[in-house]
């Protein structure tokens, strides 16, 4: 169904073919960090049909600073007019995929709805089991379409900042959720912030726990089981190195309906760009 939060690639198919009304946008989030012009150059050579393009760096962060982290959240100005001139309304639904077990469209999924938008879903599999399934593809670029009337409305109680995550480090009332591998969360390993470590008191969920290694998200009540310690009175705090990876576990947060849940959208790398606090937990 293409109302859940979670859509498959039949039912995106299903809606692409029969000529549906619904107002949709297809978002194309295909990313590398490592190689951050790769994305758009795979969508130029083939997308979803229809789709658009957003670049994690362009698009879905703002520039860098001292503080902040490697990829502050964007310009709610900027994003609102980026996501109006690509025809989005306030009822359409957005539909993100990527390729990396929802490593960037999570982050689209979570942004839309921080920004006040919640008809958003992420496709199930990504890009490669769209192409796997024998569903078509395309080099064409979609022709401009009429001016969206999008304006963004602020979730700002959805973040927090450092100040916050030093004052709960010690409350039973918060848990902080570090999301990245388990190498990095426990200092062996470090291949892209220049300290290792993790923030004092924070507890390790690896974002690749949420998907299939195939990216696949997990049946729901996988997603329950692995949030079953938290119980209703504890509030979660997400974190990952740069606030990206970290929507793929509010995604799953999402899914097993735990709410609220909220990012620290800065992470590890705004955590140790403050002098003297990069100690390693």
């Not at 194309?28 to 490592?34: E, N, S, V």
């Not at 229809?50 to 994690?56: I, K, T």
């Not at 089991?129 to 569903?135: D, F, I, P, Q, S």
């Not at 309906?257 to 390693?280: C, Q, T, V």
Request: hydrophobic residues 40%; contains cysteine.
């Amino acid at each position: 169904m293409l109302t859940s939060s979670i859509v498959t690639a039949e039912s995106l198919h299903g809606y692409l073919t029969t000529g549906s009304t619904i107002d949709l946008k297809i978002i194309d989030c295909r990313f590398a960090l490592g190689d951050p012009d790769l994305g758009r150059q795979q969508y130029e050579t083939a997308h979803l049909p229809g789709a658009e393009y957003l670049d994690l760096n362009r698009d879905l962060s703002s520039p860098v600073q001292v503080h902040g982290g490697r990829h502050p959240l964007p310009d709610d100005r900027f994003f609102g007019a980026k996501l109006a001139a690509m025809g989005i309304n306030s009822d359409t639904l957005v539909i993100a995929y990527d390729d990396s077990r929802f490593a960037f469209a999570a982050r689209l999924w979570w942004l839309l709805r921080y920004y006040g938008h919640d008809r958003v879903a992420i496709l199930d599999g990504g890009y490669s089991n769209w192409v796997k399934a024998g569903y078509a593809v395309t080099a064409d670029l979609p022709q401009s379409p009429a001016h969206g009337d999008f304006q963004p409305q602020l979730q700002s109680d959805w973040i927090v900042d450092i100040d916050l995550v030093k004052a709960i480090q010690a409350s039973p009332a918060h848990l902080l959720i570090d999301s990245r591998e388990p190498d990095r969360y426990l200092g062996k390993t470090e291949p892209i912030d220049p300290v290792a470590g993790h923030i004092p008191s924070a507890v390790n969920y690896p974002w690749q726990g949420v998907s299939t290694p195939a990216g696949f998200a997990l049946p729901i009540e996988a997603h329950q089981q692995r949030w079953a310690a938290i119980s209703p009175d504890i509030e979660p705090i997400v974190y990952c190195g740069s606030g990206v990876t970290a929507c793929v576990n509010l995604f799953s947060l999402h899914l097993a309906g735990i709410a609220p849940a909220k990012l620290y959208p800065g992470s590890w790398s705004d955590w140790i760009s403050y002098e003297g606090i990069g100690d390693r937990g």
